[in-house]
């Protein structure tokens, strides 16, 4: 079967025992002015980690995820996933993002966009085959949307968009998965469906970085908490949670 | 069958009115799923100044006697990449790239054509006269046409994608800003069949209303198109059946068609609303 990728670089294997993510000494700008939205970070996560990005507004948890994902230019620093440059291997890494970055009145059902989850591996020109399919379906089963499948995207509600895009990032098949705040204005349906799927992801040996501003449960649903602090200046606490190493007890 | 005849007779007994025939279906065909996009992605505007830059182009290729058609095609695809480029990281924002470049290109193409001391001659263009199609616009129609179709079905998820979700696009590494300059291109390619039919100012009418009333009646993104197509063709046909009947513009008649069209989409979606809010109450 014919494949002609988005990008030229596509399926390179990951180098072994490299780090799940690995960002050393990263500066990004920001994307509407000319100040550092990011300045020295640095950061590793390992494979099959579930890792919590906390931080005030504004302290660059968004930024961060973008610049993992590719979607804005490196200043200074390096971005190594799995061991390999941003941009080397698109499967790889799925992006969950905010929900106002998508216009939901776009004439779509929920089902297409969560085919939109297998694009990366179809390239131009090749359309959804079979296992396109039972991947969709499977992420749709998963996340309890069977039902709505053919509803417009744009008539679901809030959570019901948020599971939409976690399907999609399901779908993708995807290692490394940066979800940017997924718990927002969400029922608690959808959290406690949320806290099962990344459970399902980690013994599956995938990586999850989730930007989230809920500290009630870090513990529990993460290995390993990142700070973000005070937008340029960056601090990092990293480590694996107990209770008593939670740097933001409640 | 009187009736029938009656109906066909123009296009039986004139050569012209076939032309015009054939022209119209495919502008309709052209313009229709395009405009679908021009409406979701709320590019109307750039339509409509699409449109109008095209007129320096047209007025060149015929003060140097060269085919209007590559004029046009020429300035209108320069002012795509234009306003691309002009607004690209939003250093200008869209909407003021275009106004310059838009009204910028209209009065140069004004000011070429009070050159040559005779508006007259470019009447057609700017009101459109479908009447007047020849063999050889026909078949540059029809090249278009299958330019811009096929990349429009070819291409259909990459479009559709980068259309409401570009990060996700992007993500992937499919280049949101790559696919809105070949939309523009092809946008641009579609406004100089249009305006053969309805002439400059009226074209972002055939790429607008079809689409629009379109999306009054269904939310899926083929289903749109297809109906869209069937408006634009519809109108087309209709509109100039009436200009031959009643001698009147066909430009403007096969406007007002599609407007009576986008009418009746929107009386279709209140009676389709108020039913069902009747059921449900």
């Given at each position: 079967?014919?494949?002609f990728?988005?990008?030229r ?16 000494q ?6 509407d002015s000319d100040?550092l939205?990011?300045?020295?970070v ?11 990005l ?31 440059p941003?941009g ?6 799925a992006?969950?993002p ?9 004439p ?5 966009l ?5 694009y ?12 396109d399919d039972?991947?969709?379906?499977r992420?749709?089963?998963i996340?309890g ?6 509803r ?9 968009q948020?599971r ?8 993708q ?5 940066l ?12 959290r ?6 990344m ?17 009630s ?16 200046e960056?601090?990092?606490l990293?480590?694996?949670?107990t ?8 | ?10 296009f ?6 076939r ?11 052209v ?11 709320r590019?109307?505007?750039?339509g ?12 060149f290729?015929s ?7 590559v ?9 795509a990449?234009g306003?691309?480029?002009l ?9 003021t ?12 193409g004004i000011?070429l ?12 263009i ?7 199609t020849t063999r050889?616009?026909l078949?540059l129609?029809?090249i278009?046409?299958v330019?811009v ?16 979700d570009?990060?996700?696009a ?7 800003d790559r696919q809105?300059y070949?939309l523009?291109?092809?946008l ?26 379109a ?9 749109m198109?297809?109906?869209a ?18 001698s ?10 599609c407007?009576?069209a ?7 979606r ?12």
């Open positions: 079967m014919f494949h990728p988005y990008s670089r596509h399926y390179t294997a990951p180098v072994a025992g490299a780090p799940a993510l690995e960002v050393r990263l500066s990004v700008m920001h994307a100040s939205a990011l300045k020295d640095s950061l590793v996560v390992h494979p099959g980690e579930r890792a919590a906390i931080g005030p507004n504004g302290a660059g948890k968004t930024t961060l995820l973008k610049a993992i994902a590719g979607l804005l230019p490196i200043v200074s620093g390096e971005i190594l996933i799995y061991g390999l941003v080397a291997c698109h499967h790889r890494v992006y969950l905010q929900r106002g970055e998508i216009d939901w009145r776009f779509i059902t929920l089902r297409h969560v085919m939109t989850g297998r990366v591996h179809l390239g131009w020109l090749r359309r959804p085959g079979r296992e039972m991947a969709v379906d992420a749709l089963t996340m949307l069977s039902d709505l499948a053919q417009q995207i744009g008539q679901l509600s809030g959570g019901q948020q939409t895009l976690l399907a999609r990032a399901l779908a098949d995807a290692d490394l998965l979800l940017d705040e997924p718990l927002n204005a969400i029922d608690k349906d959808t406690a469906m949320l806290a099962t799927v459970n399902d992801l980690r013994q599956q040996g995938k990586t999850v970085i989730m930007a989230t501003h809920d500290l449960r870090l513990e529990h649903d993460f290995e390993r908490v990142l700070t973000l602090v005070d937008g340029r960056t601090i990092l990293e480590g694996v949670i209770p008593e190493t939670n740097p933001m007890p409640l | 069958m009187n009736i029938l005849n009656d109906l066909l007779d123009p039986i007994r004139f050569e012209f009115m032309n015009s025939l054939a022209a119209v279906i495919l502008v309709g065909l313009c229709a799923p395009i405009g679908v996009y021009v409406v979701l992605r590019m109307a505007f750039i409509d100044a699409l449109a109008h830059t095209i007129l320096p182009g047209i007025v290729a003060i140097r006697g060269l085919n209007l058609f004029g046009a095609v020429l300035a209108a695809v320069a002012t990449l306003i691309g480029w607004s690209r990281r939003e250093s200008v924002r869209e909407d790239a275009i106004g310059i470049v838009f009204t910028g290109m209209f009065a140069l000011l054509m009070s050159t040559t001391r005779t508006f007259r001659d470019f009447t057609h700017l009101f459109g006269n479908i009447l007047g050889d616009d078949i129609t029809a278009i046409a330019i179709i096929g990349s429009l079905v070819l291409f259909h998820k990459e479009f559709e994608l980068t259309s409401f570009p990060t996700h992007e993500v992937i590494g499919l280049k949101a809105r070949w523009l291109i092809l641009a390619l579609t406004v100089v069949t249009a305006i053969q039919a309805v002439g400059v100012v009226l074209t972002s009418a055939m790429l607008v209303t079809p689409a629009a009333a999306s009054l009646v269904t939310n899926r993104l083929p289903r198109m297809m109906v197509t069937v408006i634009a063709i519809g109108s087309g046909v209709v509109g100039l059946y009436f200009s031959y009947r009643f009147v513009a066909s430009g403007a008649s096969i406007v007002l068609t407007t009576a986008f009418g009746a989409a929107w009386l279709i209140i009676s389709v609303r108020w039913i069902n809010r009747r059921r449900a109450a």
